[in-house]
């Protein structure tokens, strides 16, 4: 059983940054797709970036040059970088982890991850 523990959310100022780590724990290999995914109060859950083992990502429009996703295999650790935040980033970040080769990774809906930590909040102010 995959088990992962997200860290890195708190509060910050508009055009402030954060990182957000995930730590996947109990696998014996690399999972080969893993995700960031956000939701807001009173909306669906969203896709921020996915990544897969090779490194290849994929961003959501709405976080593409401010937003920077990357992983260590050998670590079993998700990054997300998020800098220029906005109120509007302001959400519940939830990691998810996936060993399945298909979908692709970066064309994932949530429902297709199989593995997701507790989320950790992030709230930016004006």
């Known amino acids: 059983q995959v088990q992962l523990v997200e860290s890195g959310g708190g509060s910050v100022q508009a055009g402030g940054s954060l990182r957000l780590s995930c730590a996947a724990y109990g696998a014996s290999y690399s999972t080969y797709c893993m995700g960031w995914f956000r939701q807001a109060p009173g909306k669906e859950r969203e896709g921020v970036a996915a990544i897969e083992i090779g490194g290849s990502t994929t961003y959501a429009d709405s976080v593409k040059g401010r937003f920077t996703a990357s992983r260590d295999n050998a670590k079993n650790t998700l990054y997300l970088q998020m800098n220029s935040l906005t109120p509007e980033d302001t959400a519940m970040f939830y990691c998810?982890?996936?060993?399945?080769?298909?979908?692709?990774?970066?064309?994932?809906?949530?429902?297709?991850?199989?593995?997701w930590g507790q989320g950790t909040q992030v709230t930016v102010s004006s």
């Open positions: 998810a982890a996936d060993f399945r080769r298909y979908p692709p990774c970066g064309r994932r809906h949530w429902t297709d991850f199989r593995y």
